[in-house]
């Protein structure tokens, strides 16, 4: 079976591990975690760095952070992994979902004008697979309103819009580093900022706001979402391999689209210009025309040793959501489209391209 998705650990990450071991600083203390977190900064093009424990509880201390008035409204794409609507209830506010274009998959910006309201504080722009969200008309009405940005950068390490990298435009920037993820430190996150205040705020809600000068006097209720230096230690490690993991996840892509490109019934991602996609994982959509959607096409390529996963399930169509009487009778057809027509295909750092002639060769036998 061809996976999905392999993390590969290459250049330092067994030495900076061995020395973290050897060292004794196993814990959130110990070189790795500042130079990780600034290193991970500066690539983002961005002031500060705050590495937390995983990609959901960056989005938590992110809106955390921002200390936003019980109630608050933040729009939200529909079409996302259940991290960024959880952050959000988590932290006292109220998500107003929105629809995603259908050709980057990204939250759709015309939509998020149309839903802002008085109570409106925050947008969570996601960036789907690898391609950037709309930034440039978002921040203009992040301007206009009063809005803060937070973006969602789990899915698009080193991606860019107009020369700007994911993560660093909005006004917080997270990440997950999660195993399948291009930057990896087997689980973990972190939040970037430009602001000192938030990075601060963020830094102490990580570590259980803990007072500088009174260590167990505390004002405010925090969380142990520290990130370990062991992790911080395979980060490093990994920052150091980033261009080249992010050539590889291009050639992919290239190799893919020229093998794929023209397939009747098939619909590939795309890259607007002035983005760079840096395809984390290589979805393609069914068009309506194909008589079976994107779990038989998963079954049958699993039958030819292909492995894959769908696309998200919209928020407003969870259980978990709508038990709790979020998003009544509210619709969203491209993401309703997407979670039943699309599905991601092997995109690990390691496939070669005798893997990905095989995964080529098995969809056009399974849609012939
Ligand atoms: C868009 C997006 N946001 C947030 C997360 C959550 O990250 P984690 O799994 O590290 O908690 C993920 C996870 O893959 C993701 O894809």
Redesign the pocket.
Known sequence: MIPVSEPLLDGNALSYVEEAVRTGWISSEGRFIAEFERRWADYCGIAHGVAVC????A?EVALAALALPPGSEVILPSF??I??VAAVLRTGCRPVLVDCEPDTWCLDVAEVGRKITDKTRAVMP?HIYGHMADMDPLNELARKFGLAIVE?A??AHGAEYHGRRAGGIGTMGCF???A??IVTTG???MVVTDDADLAERARSLRNLCFRPGQRFLHTELGYNFRMTNLQAAIGLAQVERIEDHLARKRRMAALYGERLRGLPGLRLPAERPGVKNVYWMYGIVLDDAVPFDAAALAARLKENGVDSRPFFLGMHEQPVLRDRGLFAGESYPVTERLARRGLYLPSGLGLGEAEIDQVCAAVQRCLA
């Open positions: 995983n990609g959901t509880v989005l996302t992994i991290s960024c996601v969602d789990a899915e997950s580093f999660y399948n993820k689980e973990g996150g």
